[in-house]
């Protein structure tokens, strides 16, 4: 696994892709950037490369896989049709953080698609994503890069964690840290009204009002509308658990219990518990606005799995806007689990 950083120099940004360009036409797997998580690329057409995502991932056959496009070419390439409601998302918010669930052509392979007669498709806007899509010549099947269920990865040290040595994946291509740091919003367009499917980067109300488009929102979050929809997901290797009143939380426990715990919460949560708490206890912050949450929240939850604690407390979000994104993810990286 060789790492193109593309970081620090940005000259000859096409000359240096072109070595994980053939890896990706010989068959094998390139970690990409996007502007929400990292992902783990191999050309859609190719079902032993595609393949190949679900080994190195550990991840069933029955969760499908996003395609990812350069140009609207391509996504005539890969879709039937394509209703004048998502043709006005696709106007607005493409290249983007929305994923748009459509009825497939028979020439993409029910592997990625996990045997549904629907593909979920995206263009990222992130540049290098697209340039090296674009040099691909092929459109580009792409979960996020991380150990099924895990925390996706949002910096260079999560692709080494899960991946060194996997042989199949040949290079990282770094841009560093991703804008956004969550994943995208995906929207099933085969029903009418469509219906959201994931929260994600994109604000839903966004969506809306810029479209005016009808969309259907799920009551509850675990409510299973599609397959890949998991009850733990994006979960830590420690116990996690959600609370939403964190001084509360801590005035309830023993001290011995808190020695064991990493909270992870805003700054100014953690300024007011300056008081309460004794030095040493693990305190991570992600930030204060939703925005710094999100792009923020990731890092946090792969940082306190490796502190030397049993269990991790996050603090909630409120639930409106990308909050109802943060919360969506903390509720299945906690399996629901409230302190
Ligand atoms: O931001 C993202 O979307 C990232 C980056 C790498 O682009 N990708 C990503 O992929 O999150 P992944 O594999 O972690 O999540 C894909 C999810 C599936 O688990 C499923 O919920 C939904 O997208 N999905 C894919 N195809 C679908 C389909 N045909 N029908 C319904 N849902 C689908
Ligand atoms: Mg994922």
Redesign the pocket.
Same mark, same amino acid.
């Given at each position: 696994m060789k790492i193109i950083d593309l970081t620090k120099n940005n000259s000859r940004t096409q000359d240096r892709l072109l070595p994980a360009v053939d890896a990706i036409k010989n068959g094998n797997l390139v970690v990409?950037p996007?502007?929400?998580?990292?992902? *783990?690329a191999a050309d859609c057409f190719n079902i032993s490369a595609v393949n190949k995502i679900f080994l190195v991932k550990n991840?069933p056959y029955s969760?499908?896989?996003?395609?990812?496009i350069s140009n609207l070419r391509q996504l005539h390439q890969v879709v039937k049709y394509i209703p004048e409601n998502a043709k006005k998302i696709i106007k607005v918010f493409w290249p983007g953080?929305v994923?748009l669930?459509l009825y497939?052509k028979s020439s993409v392979p029910d592997i990625?698609?996990?045997g *549904?007669?629907?593909?979920?498709i995206?263009m990222?806007e992130n540049e290098v994503?697209r340039k090296f899509i674009e040099l691909c010549g092929t459109p580009l099947a792409?979960?996020?890069?991380?150990i099924f269920s895990r925390v996706?990865a949002t910096d260079i040290s999560h692709i080494i964690k899960d991946f060194d040595g996997v042989k199949e994946i040949k290079y990282v291509i770094y841009t560093g840290r991703p804008k956004?740091g969550?994943?995208?919003?995906?929207i099933?367009c085969?029903s009418y009204p469509f219906r959201v *499917?994931?929260y994600?980067?994109v604000d839903i109300e966004e969506i809306k009002k810029k479209c005016k488009v009808e969309i259907i929102e799920q009551k509850r979050i675990f409510q299973k509308?599609?397959?890949?929809?998991?009850k733990k997901?994006y979960a830590p290797i420690k116990p996690t658990y959600v609370s939403f009143n964190i001084t509360k939380y801590i005035k309830t426990v023993t001290k011995e219990e808190l020695n064991n715990v990493t909270i992870v919460c805003s700054k100014k949560t953690k300024d007011k518990l300056r008081e309460i708490l004794k030095d040493g206890s693990s305190v991570i912050t992600y930030g204060n606005t939703l925005k710094e949450i999100a792009k923020n929240l990731y890092l946090c939850l792969r940082l306190a799995e490796e502190m030397d604690t049993k269990k991790i407390v996050v603090e909630a979000t409120k639930m409106s806007g990308l909050g109802k994104t943060i919360m969506d993810r903390l509720l299945k990286a906690s399996e629901g689990k409230i302190v």
């Open positions: 990409i996007t502007e929400t998580v990292y992902g *783990l991840r969760d499908p896989l996003i395609v990812h953080a994923s669930v497939k990625v698609t996990a *549904l007669k629907t593909v979920c995206r990222p994503t792409v979960p996020s890069a991380n996706s956004y969550i994943e995208s919003t995906v099933d085969t *499917l994931r994600g980067a509308k599609s397959p890949g929809m998991f997901h």
